[in-house]
């Protein structure tokens, strides 16, 4: 198993909240959980809030170029990842709308993609999974740290990340993202980023073998589907819930709206620092335990040493 990397280099962070204001699906507490990350990033994780190391992402902002759009959205999440470097920390929240939809390329066990909802979806359409894992994990250099929040519906592996991890350090085999890393975890086989446009890359690598039957092998080796959906970077995932649950909007102790999971990952990184991925994990839930039905989701992009200290 590997440890994370120490961080020496740049660190930029993208938030994303959408209440979705004055519409029949509104939510409350998606553009204060925005503002509680940002916040609690920057103090204590020394993210630098200015223009170029932060870019928020509201539906209470005028100017149009940051409305959390479709295409402010994928141009945040281009400019999150490009330049990125070994030893950069890059950080990215979304909380708002998730969904499902029918899988069109078959690296779905259940079927479903996961997507999530821009403020324009009804018009520009989702962001779907796949597109997220092209944009956001494939581009990232080995060295590079990637700490990602999705508080939203249907969420667990809304980055189709190879691992998804349980409290005790142990991964869930029976998913098709553990399919996805098997070369990894049975063989121990290192992979590398193909060169060139990581999104051109993957997405023609999807088109390639669109046809084929990921979960009953055929003709795709394991060697494909980790080149596919994994990262030599240290790219870990919180997601709200498990693809098959929603994430609640609700308030804090001190009546504040505010997403479920959102206030769970504050709350237990705030009373310590010093946990490790897997108390991390442990602890959100049982913030939420016999509250809420959802259960808050730990993936990686490759094999980490859960027993490691959270770093930003």
Known sequence: ????????????ALLIGINYIGTSSALAGCINDVHALRSFISVNYNF?????????????????????????????????VRGAQPGDSLFISFSGHGGTQKDTDGDESDGSDETILPIDFKRAGVI???????????????????????????????????????????????????????????GGKAFALSGGSALTGALSLVKSISSKNLLGGGGLSDEDRVRLKGSMADVVCFSGCKDAQTSADSKTPHGMASGAMSYSLITALASNRNQNWSELLANMRNILKGKYTQVPQLSAGRLIDTKARVLL
């Open 128 to 186: 779907v999974d796949d597109e997220l894992n092209a944009r956001l994990v494939r581009p990232l250099p080995a060295g590079c740290r990637l700490f990602a929040v999705f508080d939203s519906c249907h969420s667990g592996s809304v980055l189709d990340l190879p691992f998804t991890y349980l409290p005790d350090g142990s991964i869930k085999r029976h998913t098709i993202a553990s399919k996805l890393g098997k070369s990894l975890l049975d």
């Open 48 to 80: 630098p809030t200015d223009a170029n190391h932060m870019v928020v992402l509201t539906d209470d902002q005028r100017d149009p170029k940051f409305q959390p759009t479709r295409a402010n959205i994928t141009a945040g999440i281009d400019w999150l």
């Open 1 to 12: 198993m590997q440890g994370h990397t120490h961080v020496t280099g740049n660190k930029k």
